[in-house]
């Protein structure tokens, strides 16, 4: 065999983990000072350096681009695109792609075209245009079935599962499960690392991020360093929690939120300003960090993605803040701020000491009914702020479904007394002429229930604290209602995050994610 032909083959061990024939190639062509051996020399460095975190070669740009060399010039920017994405650096991906697409021009096989199109993928997706990015991840998996390029099939699948996130999450949900199963199968690391991280910001997504953190912390013992940055931003996102070296965006996350905690708002400003820095070449995740500080502080703007939540305009928490909103218990993480003749605004219960600054803010405990209801009441007269709701309308946000007044009126009278009572002497809560409002004298900082850690999650984790148990059970412990738990854990089961096991009359539930399997170790 070639020289050529022995890097070709040498390149293939790689992608599968083995490097015995690519350092052998290595070291017996180090001095040669053939054009196309330089190129190869380049392909199979910057691999290696990938897969064991070595310092990383430069793109050689000095190679001359020719018939002879397209295809390993083009394998070399496939290669520094991967280092581009996972350091956030958009114009060293755009840099790679401007020089594969000078490769392609001279004439090169579908495989060539495969890795071009999944890197163009790439750089629409950093820069946010993801509905492009789906569709061109879509035609590079495409022309890489056709001629049977499995780790661009692979990638292509978790790079679209990752675009859809925000356009059609169920697809998005599919897609990322099907690449974890195809990475584990075709046992292609660097690949199966890429759907195993976009599988758990999936899984986060879906409101599962306590899976999600399981699947993270077994990637951070496997994945090569140059992975670690990203798994620990997303365990960040997951958890809150992560530790706080080295120095990256996840630990200058962590520095944020604790300069939260301690009402350095100076400080915390300062963090999240590098963290959007670091992340400037990744939009997805620089914005999430701009939701971060903007549900941290309430006089930080709003972040165009997390606004209607913040001002109460929607319920549901906008997936970004899924984890870091959830406390370590699962318990309620949010609070509303509301200060007199004004509408509330939602923060992270991290930002209270923050929303407390430079105002008499008194903040209302949470009681101890299971419900939460008064607690309820209050978040949603303080975000509709002075000029109130419509009674029914304000019924039906507080409970969640219709009212009818024959049947509701004295349950809703009860509530509305005990609301006079929660509120003191920070506000008069009235109704008149069908208009329910809370007229404050102070401000006040009260727990919005309505944005309690998920069902899916709080059931993930009582099933993993106590073990397996029937949807009763684990519905008891969770605090979940049972028909809730039922569906739930249906879904869950379903969608491979847990499975269910019949014993006579009973199912029972367990805690195991069919979809993710640990990498092995490379």
């Known amino acids: 065999m070639n020289p050529i032909d022995q890097a070709a083959s040498a390149y293939l061990g790689g992608t599968r983990g083995d490097f015995g024939e690519s ?20 392909v199979l460095s910057v691999q290696y350096a990938v897969a064991v975190g070595d310092p990383i070669p430069g793109l050689d740009t000095s190679i001359p681009i020719s018939t002879e060399t397209s295809t390993p010039v083009l394998v070399a920017c496939w290669e520094h695109a991967r280092v581009a994405v996972l350091t956030c650096n958009h114009e060293a991906l755009r840099n790679a792609v401007a020089r594969a ?18 890197m163009c993928a790439w750089s629409l997706e950093l820069s946010g245009d993801h509905e492009r990015a789906a569709a061109a991840a879509d035609e590079a998996g495409t022309i890489a079935r056709r001629c049977g390029l499995a780790e661009v099939v692979v990638e292509a699948h978790a790079l679209k599962a990752l675009a859809l996130l925000t356009i059609s999450f169920d697809d998005s949900k599919a897609t990322a499960r099907r690449a974890s199963r195809m ?14 991280v976009v599988l758990a910001r999936v899984r986060r997504f879906a409101g599962a991020p306590h899976l999600a953190s399981r699947i993270l912390t077994a990637l951070l013992t496997t994945a090569s360093p140059i992975w670690r940055p990203w798994i620990r931003w997303e365990l960040v996102a997951a958890s809150a929690r992560v530790d706080q070296t080295p120095t990256d965006s996840a630990s200058e996350a962590m520095s944020m939120f604790a300069a939260a905690d301690a009402g350095d708002r100076a400080t915390m400003l300062a963090h999240g300003g590098r963290v959007e820095a670091r992340l400037a070449g990744f939009k997805q995740l620089g914005d999430e960090a701009r939701s971060w500080l903007s549900a941290l502080d309430a006089d930080v703007n709003s972040a165009p993605a997390i606004t209607p939540w913040l001002n109460g305009e929607l319920d549901a928490v906008p997936p970004s803040l899924i984890g870091v909103s959830t406390s370590a218990e699962g318990e309620t993480a949010v ?25 008499d803010v008194h903040v209302l405990p949470k009681t101890r009914r299971k419900q939460g209801r ?44 005990r609301g006079r009572g929660y509120v003191g002497d920070r506000g008069q809560l009235g109704r008149n002429a069908g208009i329910v409002k809370l007229e404050l004298s102070g401000a006040i900082l009260v727990p919005d229930p309505r944005c309690a850690a998920p069902v899916e999650d709080r059931l993930l984790r009582a099933l993993v604290r106590d073990g397996v148990r029937t949807a009763k059970e684990a519905a008891e412990n969770a605090g979940v209602p049972l028909r809730a738990a039922q569906t739930a854990l249906r879904a869950l089961a379903e969608e491979g995050v847990c499975v269910a096991e019949r014993e006579g009359r009973r199912i029972y539930y367990r805690v195991e994610d069919t979809t993710f399997s640990e990498p092995t170790r490379h």
């Not at 290595?26 to 190869?40: E, F, G, H, M, T």
């Not at 697409?101 to 999944?118: D, F, P, W």
Request: proline letters at 3%.
């Open 23 to 42: 350092l052998q190639w290595l070291k017996s062509q180090s001095a040669s000072a053939d054009v196309v051996i330089s190129a190869w020399r380049n």
């Open 101 to 118: 697409e000078a490769a392609v021009a001279t004439g090169v096989g579908e495989r060539e075209h495969a890795r071009l199109k999944q």
């Open 183 to 196: 990475g584990r199968t075709e046992g292609l690391p660097q690949s199966e690392y890429l759907a195993n």
């Open 335 to 359: 609070y509303v701020l509301a200060l007199p003749g004004a509408e509330g605004r939602r923060v992270l219960r991290r930002g209270i000491t923050l929303a407390s600054q430079g105002r």
């Open 374 to 417: 008064v607690e309820t009441l209050t978040a949603v007269l303080a975000l509709a702020g002075p000029k109130g709701l419509p009674e029914r309308l304000c019924f039906e946000r507080v409970y969640g479904f219709e009212y009818v007044s024959e049947m509701h009126q004295g349950v809703f009278d009860v509530l509305l007394h």
